[in-house]
């Protein structure tokens, strides 16, 4: 059978790897000048919640059944990522809800890529999915394809969408993220627009939930200037020891809502200009958040141009946000409330709550940062079932059309999950059962 994969970061990738090992015969498509996606960026950890009780309450909104192959075939898929040529620097997680590995992101992806190849399967680079071909009972047929020497079509038996979701869309973000203006500053390759997720709604499919969600992280607002190899080191991953305010002054999230900081980051997308300033004290700078100091991601945010603003104390801290437009009086109101709240136990009463620890913020000196919200991929996308074929608005497949990682909309809806699982997990399942229903 003739199956072609668009995109190839590591869904992709694993679906051609997969699908080759089959004996299918595979095309890539691949928009960017690389392989590998977001994956050659990433931290590397490959992980799922331990068991789908933990599943359900982490990411509530996600399709149980997704959850539950995910679940039960991680293992299994990392010990095949091993075998085709992954690199494990480390079997834990570092978070007790959860159970994974961590890979070396580049040598990994290039191992698969080069599987890839060895296994007679063709990698095209800078060569984009632009439309699906349909046949007239509806079923997909291949699709119109541009690269440099223009527009051609390429037939297939059956497509795997594995094209990243659409976080490089300004445009997408906006109607279904953001839901009015603004703009996300984008932790992620500039490659995943939406085009195969237009295409597969052009083609009969439908979105599955969570359509506004994202994953991301609040980064050193500009004037930082970083590239995408610096994504991981400068991301402010401490909001659970700041006190997090908006460009009014006012508190305007649950800064301990989760451990991972997804629902932090989402709201800070909703604030005026999608930013926020972190509030800290010398102890919270002290705390350890994984490897770093948050003193340390402070460091790392001035180093590459974000603003951090330190003071002797609230009166001057207030003073100094005031002169970046943050009205003080009301900043040292909201400051002096929850420092009230804090003393007394009771940030949870707060509006918005406090949950987790609430420290007060009382140790001089005292340190601002300045950061906006950053998108690094959809969390909605396409419906699709166990099988990962792509679903119609009646829950009929689209025939002959499969999605993996994050353009399978659907697995962490209403929280986070591992988005590296959901590329390796649903690469291989696409795989699967691409091959089995072409006979
Ligand atoms: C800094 C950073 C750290 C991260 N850390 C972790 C972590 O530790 N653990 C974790 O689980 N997740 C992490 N992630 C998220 C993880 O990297 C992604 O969830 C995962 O790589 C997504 O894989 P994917 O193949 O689904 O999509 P992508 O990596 O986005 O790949 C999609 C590919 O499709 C291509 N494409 C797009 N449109 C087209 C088109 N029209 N035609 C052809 N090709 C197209 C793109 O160029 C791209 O190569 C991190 C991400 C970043 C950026």
């Known amino acids: 059978m003739r199956l072609l994969v668009a995109g190839g970061g590591l869904a992709g990738l694993v679906a051609a790897a997969r699908a080759l090992e089959l004996g299918a015969s595979v095309t890539v498509l691949e928009k960017g000048d690389r392989p590998g996606g977001s994956f050659v960026y990433s931290s590397g950890y490959i992980w799922s919640y331990r068991d789908l009780p933990t599943f359900r309450r982490e990411a509530p909104g996600g399709d149980p059944d997704l959850q539950a192959l995910v679940l039960g075939r991680l293992e299994e898929a990392l010990s095949w990522l091993e075998a085709s040529g992954g690199v494990i620097l480390s079997r834990e997680t570092g978070n007790p809800l959860t159970f994974g590995a961590r890979f070396d992101p580049e040598p990994t992806a290039a191992a698969l890529a080069g599987r890839v190849e060895k296994a007679g ?61 603004g703009r996300l500053l984008l932790r992620a390759h500039p490659w995943s627009a939406g085009e195969g997720f237009l295409a597969a709604l052009a083609a009969g499919a439908r979105p599955g939930p969570g359509l506004d969600e994202f994953y991301g992280r609040n980064l050193p607002a500009p004037p930082a200037r970083f590239g995408p190899k610096l994504f991981v080191e400068v991301s402010q991953l401490y909001g659970r020891h700041a006190v997090a305010v908006n460009l009014r002054g006012e508190r305007y999230a649950d800064e301990g809502a989760d451990w991972s900081e997804t629902a932090l980051v989402r709201a800070t997308a909703l604030q005026p200009r999608q930013r926020a300033w972190y509030l800290l004290d010398a102890a919270a700078l002290r705390r350890r958040v994984r490897e770093r100091s948050v003193g340390e991601m402070v460091e790392a945010a001035r180093r590459v141009g ?49 949950s987790g620890e609430a420290p007060v913020l009382g140790e001089p000196p005292f340190a601002a940062v300045e950061v906006a919200a950053a998108i690094t991929h959809t969390i909605g996308g396409l419906a699709v079932d166990a099988g990962c074929r792509v679903l119609r608005e009646g829950g009929e497949p689209v025939g002959g059309l499969y999605a993996a990682g994050v353009e399978a909309g659907g697995l962490s809806a209403g929280g986070y999950a591992s988005g590296l699982a959901a590329a390796l997990v649903l690469g291989m399942r696409s795989a699967e059962t691409a091959v089995e229903e072409a006979g």
Request: aromatic residues 2%; glycine residues 14%; hydrophobic residues 40%.
């Open 121 to 181: 399967g063709q990698l095209l680079l800078r060569r984009a999915l632009r439309r699906l071909l349909t046949a007239e009972d509806g079923r997909v047929r291949g699709a119109v394809v541009e690269g440099e020497g223009g527009r051609d079509e390429a037939a297939a038996d059956a497509v795997i969408l594995a094209t990243g979701g659409f976080a490089a869309n300004p445009e997408l973000v906006r109607r279904h993220i953001l839901r009015g203006p």
């Open 306 to 354: 974000g603003t951090v603003l330190r003071a002797g104390s609230l009166e001057e801290l207030a003073r100094r946000l005031g002169e970046r437009g943050v009205p003080a009086e009301r900043l040292l109101r909201t400051l002096r409330e929850y420092n009230a709240a804090a003393e007394a136990g009771r940030a949870g009463e707060l509006r918005p709550p406090r």
